[in-house]
């Protein structure tokens, strides 16, 4: 394990699940990452406004990863008022020091199939690896007859990278079949979500009452946040 291989994990986490933890995991057991950071974004680029709000949707990622050691919440993107870019994202981590070849955006293969409507492609590819994951209707085999113009960025997890360059890593492994919209659908609908997100998380949104039917024009993110301090892809 080398602590300069450092994996990015990002997402609207509205909320954070466990297809979510399963992406992650399988990105840092099977490329060898030394770190994890989880990053929650405050506004993701061309999707609907996020339920929860950015004190929420951060506190259940904290919640989520303890279990995990090598992991950790970020708020780099919550610290700022624009809108969630996954180049800026790359950037910064460009600028505290790390090389390219030493980060690893971790995403689902359903997200990574749009990867050429994203902001700046394909120069994002040049500021970091990619470690693809299947997901359950999006297996990783499906992106070179997607993304054909990719294919020779393409590799196994264990093919060897040329110095000062980046690969698209494809990391075929069994992750849980759930969704963020899932999850909130069931809540509105008073179904469980129990093994949908980790027992804590679960805990939280029931507590706080998040996802729950409310009414016209109010969202979670006019709530209080301090009320809930009582009780971090699709982006692009």
């Known amino acids: 394990m ?120 394909p120069r994002i590819l040049d500021l970091a690896n990619f470690a693809v994951v299947s997901r359950p209707n999006a297996k990783v085999d499906t992106l070179k007859e997607r993304l054909p113009q990719l294919i020779a960025r393409m590799a196994a997890p264990d093919d060897p990278v040329p110095p000062g360059e980046t690969r698209i890593f494809l990391i075929d492994a069994q992750t849980s079949e759930v969704s963020s919209s899932a999850i909130r659908a069931n809540c509105e609908s008073g179904k469980s979500i129990e093994g949908m997100v980790t027992p804590i998380v679960q805990q939280y949104i029931e507590q706080h009452g998040l996802y729950l039917p409310r009414a016209a024009g109010r969202r979670a993110s006019d709530a209080d946040g301090s009320a809930a301090a009582g009780g971090l892809h699709g982006k692009n």
């Open 2 to 121: 080398s602590d300069r291989r450092i994996g990015i994990l990002g997402g609207t986490f509205d909320p954070i699940h466990v297809g979510h933890l399963d992406i992650g995991h399988a990105a840092e057991t099977t490329l060898n990452l030394g770190r994890v950071y989880v990053i929650t974004a405050k506004t993701p680029a061309h999707r609907a406004h996020p339920v929860a709000s950015p004190f929420q949707r951060f506190a259940m990622v904290a919640l989520a990863i303890p279990k995990h050691q090598n992991w950790r919440a970020s708020d780099m993107e919550l610290r700022h008022d624009s809108v969630s870019y996954t180049v800026d994202t790359l950037e910064k981590f460009g600028e505290r020091g790390y090389e390219r070849s030493e980060l690893f955006f971790i995403i689902g293969a359903d997200a990574f199939a749009s990867i050429d409507q994203w902001r700046d492609f």
